[in-house]
């Protein structure tokens, strides 16, 4: 699969990728997860294209594969981890680096962008003098006994409207407390480098973003008067979408006020953090599955596949995200209904494919799934997750 020619769009296989899935799929078995790396490289392209100035931090939570992570770290990307074993997914990087050089790149290169941390984890960084966000003065304890080297970033709660998974209700401090909050940490000889928020994940509304945008300039302000202290980073989160359809408006749209925005509201020294997951991913992936059992419920044609919402389609139910199933053999589509093999009757894919007439061992397939998909499979009844395929590594 090349993806060369493709812009962060949600894609339909070409004939040639489908000949190509179908014999990744004959040779490894399905179900089958196919990784383009071409693919991940072209987005981080776009996405430096058309915002320059913003330091993109991969999401690892969005697609944590290792190999996914070694090709950003080879573009240059940074990136924002949520736990230690994300971290040390990263730091497998770096790890032959001197001690210097590798703590230098992870001051530099890493965010860790999960407000609530445990003990161990803080004591575990403190050597790297990590960046670090936090919402809250209990936070602030924690990091002033197990991680005092950190370096604080406070994320705020902004407006989540019409994203398609909301993060204010769990996250963020209330703007209205963020400089008592920054003050609290200065007086504890903690420094605050700056402040971050997320608009939610594959965020719609761009009006979040230019909220966002504000509220955090107004926060800025007040600290520079009230505590004469000044703050050198805007960590505007992720949240940017993919076109999983034609309904979702295009990146450099956003891009255009995000560029728009950032200029007018803050200085040319001020350095733009951002954190992508899906966007970098979300497209890059296809999964493979096939047809074990067929039936019929009703009247409709029921299909149930090797693939299924406790494995791949996992992100139709944390992520809130449907992933069309579609059939590689030709012909007359009907309404059918797909299942997944285990035996909940959660594990339900879809109601509503379009689909001709499969029979047993046919294949399927869905696309743009890279995102919050093979991320969150599980074992459940015994089903082991897709096997992973890289291509244009």
């Known amino acids: 699969m090349n993806g060369n020619n493709r812009k962060n769009t949600g894609f339909t296989l070409s004939d040639d990728e489908k000949v190509l899935m179908q ?91 999960n407000t609530i941390k445990p003990v161990e984890t803080l004591e575990a960084l403190d050597k790297y003098k990590p960046l670090v966000t936090y919402d809250n003065s209990e936070e602030l304890k924690k990091i002033k006994k197990h991680a005092p080297n950190a370096g604080l970033v406070l994320r705020i709660r902004v407006p989540n409207t019409g994203s398609m998974v909301e993060l204010s209700s769990k996250f963020g401090a209330s703007p209205g407390e963020a400089v008592d909050l920054i003050e609290e940490a200065f007086n504890m000889d903690l420094i605050v480098e700056g402040l971050s928020f997320h608009v939610g994940s594959q965020c719609t509304n761009f009006n979040n973003y230019i909220q966002a945008l504000q509220l955090s300039a107004n926060i800025i302000k007040e600290v520079e008067t009230r505590l004469n202290k000044k703050l050198i980073i805007i960590d505007i989160g992720g949240g940017f979408p993919v076109q999983y359809d034609e309904k979702v408006k295009a990146f450099k749209l956003l891009a ?52 299924g919402v406790y494995h791949t389609f996992s992100g139709q139910i944390f992520d809130h995200c449907n992933y069309p199933v579609k059939a590689f053999k030709e012909g007359e589509t009907q309404v059918s209904a797909v299942f997944g093999p285990t035996c909940d009757a959660l594990d339900t894919i879809t109601l509503s494919a379009e689909l001709p007439e499969l029979d047993i061992h046919d294949l399927v397939y869905a696309e743009n799934i890279g995102a919050y998909s093979h991320a969150s499979s599980t074992y459940f009844n015994g089903f082991p997750p897709a096997k992973i395929i890289h291509i244009n590594k």
């Open 256 to 307: 255009k006020k995000l560029n728009s925005e950032v200029a007018r509201l803050f200085p040319a020294d001020m350095h733009i953090l951002s954190e992508p997951g899906r966007f970098m991913v979300a497209d890059a992936c296809t999964v493979v599955a096939k047809v074990v059992g067929k039936a019929v419920r009703d009247g409709k044609p029921c299909y149930y596949i090797n693939d």
């Open 23 to 113: 014999a990744l799929a004959k040779e490894h078995g399905t179900p089958l997860f196919v990784i383009d790396h071409e693919k991940i490289r072209q987005n981080y392209r776009e996405f430096k294209e058309h915002l320059p100035r913003v330091q993109a931090y991969y999401a690892v939570k969005a697609n944590s594969n290792p190999d996914i992570i070694k090709t950003l770290y080879d573009m240059g990307a940074s990136f924002d981890v949520a736990s230690m074993p994300e971290f040390m997914l990263v730091h497998e990087n770096i790890k032959d680096l001197p001690d210097q050089e590798r703590q230098d790149w992870i001051w530099d290169k890493i965010i860790y962008a």
